[in-house]
């Protein structure tokens, strides 16, 4: 037995055994997030990890979106009715807070109900 070659082996197959496994929390998710009068839908709990928001304007009227949470805050453009965008965004565990920047005359969105919290969990 050649015990060179055999301590070779072994040494690979054990590191190969303990490089990290790219989970799903590791890996960019999609979470579609849908702007309305006076209204954000997107889901109440997500895992964390990186997601990107793929944010959409299905009202009639202008909207953006702000997040804030443990990383500070992320913001969206003013977007037109029908345009989106996708926001890049590394969640972790803890309590997010979603809202509508904008306001129509002296109508503040989020006031109107356009805030949303989402829980990230583990």
């Known amino acids: 037995m050649d015990v060179?070659?055999?301590l070779v082996g072994i040494?690979?197959?054990a590191a190969a055994?303990?490089?990290?496994?790219?989970?799903?929390a590791q890996s960019t998710r999609t979470i579609p997030v849908r702007l309305t009068e006076f209204r954000i839908e997107m889901p109440d709990s997500v895992q964390q990890g990186r997601v990107v928001l793929a944010v959409t304007n299905a009202g009639?009227?202008?909207?953006?979106?702000r997040v804030r949470g443990h990383r500070g805050q992320v913001a969206t453009r003013t977007l037109a009715p029908g345009e989106s965008v996708d926001v890049p965004?590394?969640?972790?565990?803890?309590?997010y807070v979603a809202?509508?920047?904008?306001?129509?005359g002296d109508l503040e969105h989020r006031k109107e109900g356009m805030e949303h919290r989402v829980r990230v969990i583990w």
Request: some cysteine.
């Open 17 to 24: 055994a303990a490089a990290p496994v790219r989970s799903a």
């Open 89 to 95: 965004i590394r969640l972790i565990v803890g309590e």
């Open 4 to 6: 060179p070659r055999t």
């Open 11 to 13: 040494l690979a197959v």
């Open 60 to 65: 009639t009227v202008a909207h953006s979106l």
């Open 99 to 104: 809202w509508c920047g904008e306001k129509t």
